[in-house]
């Protein structure tokens, strides 16, 4: 018994069938485009938040190397405090 030749047209069904209408197919002319709104655009952009956290970070950065950066025990207890029990 011979199973490899069971459909042995030599094309691509499928193809035919995409061939067959592309002719005048409204789809075919359509494209895909894409909108952003004028608010993502804004996002997009560096804003003045963004100059600002850089500042932060850069400060951060410069008091770890030297050693100057002092941890508030206090101030950290008091936000994990906060989260798991007044939420």
């Known amino acids: 018994m011979r199973i ?11 193809r035919r069938h995409i061939d067959k209408g592309s002719g005048d197919n409204k789809l075919a002319s ?3 485009h894409v909108e952003i709104s004028d608010e993502a655009k804004e996002l997009q952009q560096h804003s003045q938040w963004w100059v600002e956290r850089q500042n932060k970070v850069r400060a951060l950065k410069e008091q770890v190397q030297n050693g100057t950066y002092k941890i508030d ?9 906060d989260f798991y029990f007044k939420n």
């Not at 490899?4 to 499928?14: L, Q, R």
């Not at 025990?73 to 405090?81: G, P, Q, T």
């Open 4 to 14: 490899n030749n069971i459909h042995s047209m030599g094309v691509n069904p499928y």
């Open 30 to 32: 359509k494209q895909d």
């Open 73 to 81: 025990a206090d101030a950290v207890a008091k936000s994990i405090y």
